[in-house]
Nanobody, 121 residues
Framework: VQLQASGGGLVQAGGSLRLSCAAS????????MGWFRQAPGREREFVGRISWSGGRTYYADSVKGRFTISRDTAKNTLYLQMNSLKPEDTALYYCAAPGVPFSDSAGYDYWGQGTQVTVSS
């Protein structure tokens, strides 16, 4: 199982980016998936997740109203649309998935390699 995150880059404050996380080796249509980020010198933090059914999304307060998670089950791909970006959103962004299907409480067993997002002021 592999998760390949992409779409990061350099953007000015107020701009937008869309991250993608392509899954291979297994279909993730019945799995919750999440996004995390880690800034230099800081611990990895939760950004948001989508429920295994795809019907619910949850976000950290710091990104609520600006970021949107979605998935394309046909493409086995998870997305993170990021709008109104701020310099404090600068971080390495990771996608993750649990090893247990049909669960919104299972821990994350699979992690992508991360894609860098840098927001300039």
């Amino acid at each position: 199982v592999q998760l390949q995150a992409s779409g990061g880059g350099l953007v000015q404050a107020g701009g937008s980016l869309r991250l993608s996380c392509a899954a291979s080796g297994r279909t993730f249509s019945n799995y919750a998936m999440g996004w995390f980020r880690q800034a230099p010198g800081r611990e990895r933090e939760f950004v948001g997740r989508i429920s295994w059914s795809g019907g619910r999304t949850y976000y950290a307060d710091s990104v609520k109203g600006r970021f949107t998670i979605s998935r394309d089950t046909a493409k086995n791909t998870l997305y993170l649309q990021m709008n109104s970006l701020k310099p404090e959103d600068t971080a390495l962004y990771y996608c993750a998935a649990p090893g247990v299907p049909f669960s919104d409480s299972a821990g994350y067993d699979y992690w992508g390699q991360g894609t860098q997002v840098t927001v300039s002021s």
